[in-house]
């Protein structure tokens, strides 16, 4: 039963490794790959209702 236990919690320290090495990952991924784009502006005509102009 200990043994069993043991090796539960061994696997759990094993996700838990894995997971965060996977954030890890991720996060440097994220700021390789991301960063800031210049801002575009968007520019289109809209039409007015005659009795408003």
Avoid: W, Y
Avoid at 24 to 36: D, R, T
Wanted: proline share 6%; net charge neutral.
């Amino acid at each position: 039963m200990k043994r069993d236990a043991k090796n539960l919690a061994m696997s759990g320290k094993r996700i838990g490794a894995i997971l965060t090495l996977l954030f890890v990952v991720l996060i440097v991924a994220a700021l390789i790959h991301g960063g800031e784009e210049p801002l575009h502006p968007i520019e289109q005509a809209v039409e007015m209702p005659e009795n408003v102009r």
